[in-house]
């Protein structure tokens, strides 16, 4: 939860429970967070996993967000007052605005009628060191990334690469506006890396839905 890298982490999960509510399992935490200059603890409940059925507009891929839903196309968004004075991001009918900073409890966007909003956060998958062949001899010789393949599920985010650097998916080129979710084998090639221990990085930072299922790759030895 929150983010790493140059920005500040915006949240830090102190305690979790499970409750239950028919066939679901509902996941809830205490989150510490720093709002201005103030600690404050929240009770948040993770998103149920983003289904088969599930519109694009509904995709809630924010944290400490909210959901809001007009009757007619509408600019503003209150009911952020929680957040206020951060930076939030914003899926606006299926595309990505942000970011706002939230003042007096509201944003305005587009005119739209479903409009999820909340903290950017950031996802890392790394893998355990790619297992290229079982010789000893290998062990010690570098080895080269040369091309990323992520099977992805109903996504329209990502990048992937090495721990060092990582680079945008190429999705297929969009033929809607919003543009249609992506399910299959995005093929990534990595330019120069060489290490001797390999591990293949995935990162996610954006409001679109993002499901990855596995991450398979072309390695090359000795180079």
């Known amino acids: 939860m929150g983010k790493s890298g140059t920005t500040p982490v915006v949240g830090q999960v102190k305690t979790v429970a499970r409750t239950t ?74 595309v990505q605005y942000g970011p706002f900073t939230v003042s007096s409890g509201e944003i305005t966007t587009l005119s739209a009628t479903n409009v999820q909003v909340g903290l950017l956060y950031e996802m890392v998958v790394e893998t355990v060191p790619l297992n290229v062949q079982q010789e000893l001899s290998l062990t010690a010789k ?7 393949f992520a099977n992805m599920y109903r996504s329209l985010a990502g990048k992937i690469g090495t721990p060092d650097l990582v680079y945008d998916m190429d999705y297929p080129t969009a033929t809607t506006n919003p543009p249609e979710l992506q399910s299959g084998i995005i093929e990534t090639s990595i330019p120069d890396n060489s290490e001797r221990q390999l591990i293949a990085r995935f990162e996610q930072e954006n409001v679109h ?14 180079v």
């Open 142 to 148: 570098r080895k080269r990334l040369f091309k990323a």
């Open 21 to 94: 509510n028919g066939n679901e399992d509902n996941t809830w935490m205490i989150v510490q967070r720093t709002i201005g200059s103030t600690v404050k603890y929240f009770v948040e409940m993770l998103a149920q996993p983003f289904g088969v059925t599930d519109a694009h507009a509904n995709a809630f891929f924010v944290d400490c967000g909210i959901t809001v839903t007009h009757g007619s196309p509408a600019t503003t968004v209150s009911g952020l007052a929680h957040l206020e004075g951060q930076a939030v991001y914003a899926l606006v009918d299926s």
């Open 209 to 222: 839905p993002c499901n990855l299922l596995a991450i398979t790759s072309e390695v090359h030895v000795g």
